[in-house]
């Protein structure tokens, strides 16, 4: 047994006692390669026509950093670009370029969110900026929050708490109610929590998609009735087909009566909140107990970065904390792994704290208002005598041939996906209510109005 390096060429690891030059060559390299992937993205197309990467396995010897590059370069190359212009298909924006920063200064410091003295900075910026969040949506001092990693996990976060408050953590007549149009992901949420499809209640939506209030009246009423004990309503600001915003005053009374914790899952348009921006429905967001924002999807903040944001710090507290035993904490002192179900976090709060502060109030409402700009512009100018549309006021908008029966449908929109592919548009193939649609989300800064009417002229 021996301490010494395996490969006395190598440098395995940053070093305390030389300049680090060959983790600086690594690092310049790397980052050439990924500017040229995007400057490439014009003639290579939202995603590959031909993936030539192949998986190696370690073997019994480590390999040079030369070797090595050939393989990254292959990944990288056999990747999707969301830096194209016709990368169109999902939540899914080029990378704000001071993100991608953020996340390679994560990966040097590769500090931990679990515990305060593993991050002590990380944690005041992360306590800060959900402060900062909590503060722009109108909640008050008792407010604060904690990141994680992706939407899908800030909701659960929220559904944890909402149950635990509502001291039904065992009972399994406990149920919470989402609209029919809701993301997929509650499934998952469901049953994690030990809970089955009957724990999860769906209400019906409008014409616009949006939660209807008198079903959910109805809803609630039949709950009650049935004796199942609702520990939360989950309100959508922001749907993954059309982007509807649910009514959050109409909810929130609904709420306040029956005493049930209103959570909105702001994934998608959440963000909006904070900024000047008009958008029907998206105001009053303070009236909810929980509430994630989720800015991977529209910003451009690399993924993942989500964070939840609660009306009193103290429900997240009383749910996930386990008192952390084998980490010294000072009295005072909040260990940011206690706040939500992941421990060992990634301090992916610094590529949003850049994020923000490289964008200021200005660059991000000019961020969000392009993608809705652009929505409308596709909008206004897709042949409607053509098309039946689903939209609302976000960015996202689905749409089908006007009188095709399922069948045709379905041969319609997977035919056409294919045929736009390979004019490098890249657009999604949603099923929505056991139908086929063609959905483009236009959250893409780099795609241009000559783009769309490319794409438009594909389509009309
Ligand atoms: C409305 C909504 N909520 C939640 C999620 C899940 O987010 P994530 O994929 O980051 O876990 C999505 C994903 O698209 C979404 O559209």
């Not at 900026?129 to 008050?140: H, M, P, R, T, V």
């Not at 035993?325 to 260990?335: A, G, K």
């Not at 939500?340 to 000019?366: C, D, H, T, V, Y």
């Not at 379905?410 to 139908?435: A, E, H, Q, V």
Request: charged share 20%; hydrophobic share 40%; glycine share 6%.
């Amino acid at each position: 047994m021996t301490f010494d390096p395996i490969d006395k060429q190598k440098n395995l690891f940053p070093t305390s006692s030389g300049n680090n030059e060959s983790l600086l060559i690594l690092l310049n390299r790397t980052s050439e390669i990924i500017c040229k992937w995007f400057s490439d993205a014009e003639k290579l197309g939202p995603i590959p026509i031909d993936i030539n990467f192949e998986c190696s396995v370690p073997g019994e010897y480590g390999k040079s950093a030369d070797d090595l590059f050939s393989e990254i370069e292959s990944l990288i190359y056999s990747s999707f670009n969301p830096v194209h212009p016709g990368s169109l298909a999902h939540l899914d924006p080029p990378p704000l370029i001071i993100s991608i920063l953020g996340d390679l200064i994560a990966a040097g410091l590769n500090n931990n969110l679990l515990a305060h003295e593993l991050s002590p900075s990380i944690s005041l910026l992360e306590e800060s900026i959900c402060k900062w969040f909590s503060k722009k949506l109108g909640f008050s001092n008792l407010a604060g929050g904690v990141a994680a990693s992706g939407g899908t996990l800030s909701n659960l976060n929220a559904l944890v708490a909402a149950r635990n408050h509502a001291g039904l953590e065992t009972d399994p007549k406990a149920v919470y109610l989402i609209s029919e149009d809701a993301h997929s992901s509650f499934v998952k949420c469901t049953r994690i929590m030990g809970l089955d499809r009957n724990n999860l209640i769906k209400v019906k939506t409008d014409n616009n998609g949006c939660m209807d209030m008198i079903e959910l009246k109805k809803t609630i009423d039949k709950c009650f009735k049935e004796a199942k004990r609702i520990f939360a309503i989950v309100a959508t600001v922001g749907t993954t087909i059309r982007g509807a915003i649910d009514p959050i005053e109409n909810i929130s009374r609904i709420c306040n009566e029956k005493n049930i914790w209103l959570h909105i899952d702001g994934s998608i348009g959440g963000i909006f909140s904070i900024t000047n921006i008009p958008i029907n429905g998206i105001n009053n967001l303070n009236l909810a107990n929980s509430i994630t924002i989720n800015p991977q999807k529209i910003l451009g903040i690399t993924k993942t970065s989500s964070i939840l944001i609660v009306s009193n710090i103290e429900f997240l507290i009383n749910t996930f904390s386990t008192g952390l035993p084998y980490v010294s904490t000072e009295n005072d002192v909040i260990n940011r792994g206690e706040l939500g179900i992941q421990g060992s976090r990634p301090a992916e709060i610094i590529k949003l704290w850049l994020g923000l502060r490289f964008l200021g109030m200005r660059g991000i409402e000019n961020v969000l208002n392009s993608s809705i700009e652009r929505r409308k512009f596709f909008e206004n100018n897709l042949n409607l005598e053509k098309y039946d549309l689903l939209s609302g006021p976000l960015h996202i908008i689905s749409f089908l041939p006007k009188g095709m029966n399922i069948n045709e449908t379905d041969s319609w929109t997977l035919n056409k996906r294919i045929s736009l592919m390979k004019k490098n548009f890249m657009i999604s193939r949603p099923l929505f209510k056991n139908r086929y649609y063609l959905r483009a989300v236009l959250g893409n800064y780099n795609t241009s109005e000559s783009n769309i009417n490319d794409l438009l002229k594909l389509l009309n």
